[in-house]
């Protein structure tokens, strides 16, 4: 159930980020474990462990097709983060982004990815394309929460659309 809850999830945020959108699968697996966007040089998995448990995976993926890795991780509601976070593998380096939630200022604006916790690179999600920044799209606490309020009620429209 945690590992469908997670699938449903990253098929969620591939139809956020739009663009084409093409299934992974595994050598040896049957089913679909996460998403490429050719377009945005994004490969995207989906896990229900708490921690990045697909780090080495990621990387021969990285290392293999070039693209940014990004894992959509189930979290343990208690933490505060919502229902998942994503760790994000930047292409070209061994930079990992780790536990970022999804941003977005009102409910037609771009979604951002941003750290759920002190301060870091942002990561604004354009038409289909990932556009990194030095900084946070919003300038206090109020606008950090409010971003993830709706966020938040965007993504789970998305789910309900489905």
Known sequence: MPRRRALEALR?????????????CFVGEKE??????????LTMLATACYRPMLCEQAQELRSSNGDH???????????????FTIDLL??????????YRLWQIHPTGDLWLVPSEGE???????GGYLALSPRAPFYNLFEREHG????????????GAK
Do not use: C
């Open 69 to 83: 890795v990004l894992i959509v991780r189930l979290e343990d509601e208690t933490h505060g983060y919502g229902p």
């Open 90 to 99: 930047i292409a070209d380096t061994r930079t990992w982004l780790i536990r």
């Open 12 to 24: 969620s945020l591939a139809g956020a980020i739009g663009g084409d959108v093409m299934p992974v």
């Open 120 to 126: 870091g690179r942002s990561i604004r999600i354009v």
């Open 32 to 41: 679909v474990v996460g998403y490429r966007h050719p377009s945005a040089g």
């Open 148 to 159: 993830f309020n709706v966020a938040a009620k965007t993504f789970a429209a998305l789910q």
